[in-house]
């Protein structure tokens, strides 16, 4: 089969719970290169996020950590498997009239451990920091179907050294996105 220029497809499960307005998630994921550019990459997850806009009313910062094992495979081609570790704040913001919402999500993606190895060994501590304009809405469905909304940003991030390196030399990447999120 020609697969052409998929390059990479995510496979991925887990679960999350909400106590009050904190949601905690464990996610496994597999990221596969339907072209063979990389081997199968595995790891487990376990995030905390707080839904700040009980105290901040229209505003919000949406703060999450997250950090990530890999238990098998590694991103980089490292010699050893790694541990990542992610800060975020998304501030947002409601818009009068409109189902609509706007964040601006700033994220920090840092290696605890051999997460972002260079081909030298060495360890690069910080790996990415991304700047983003997301917009979401609400999608009407009947309840039985689920709370739907779908969303739409784009992404600036800005590499450091071993990541710049597995990125073609380039330093900056846009990426834009488009989501369906279906929550029962």
Avoid: C
Wanted: aromatic residues 14%.
């Amino acid at each position: 089969m020609n697969v052409g220029a998929w390059y990479e497809s995510d496979f991925y499960t887990g679960f999350a719970f909400g106590i009050d307005n904190w949601d905690v998630g464990l996610t496994y994921t597999a990221y596969l290169s339907p072209h063979d550019t990389f081997g199968t990459v595995k790891d487990v997850a376990l995030s905390l996020a707080v839904d700040d806009s009980a105290l901040l009313g229209r505003f919000t910062l949406s703060p999450h950590v997250l950090m990530a094992v890999e238990p098998g495979g590694q991103a980089d081609s490292g010699a050893g498997e790694g541990v990542y570790f992610e800060f975020e704040v998304a501030p947002g913001l409601s818009l009068d009239g409109t189902p609509v919402s706007v964040s601006f999500p700033v994220t920090v993606g840092m290696s605890l451990s051999d997460y972002y190895e260079r081909t030298s060994g060495n360890d690069d501590a910080l790996g990415y920091v991304a700047l983003g304009l997301v917009a979401s809405m609400p999608v009407r469905m009947p309840k039985s179907y689920g709370a739907w909304e779908v969303s739409g940003g784009g992404h600036l991030l800005s590499f450091r050294d071993a990541l710049t390196s597995f990125n073609g030399g380039d330093r900056f990447q846009a990426v834009g996105t488009v989501g369906v999120r279906i929550g029962y």
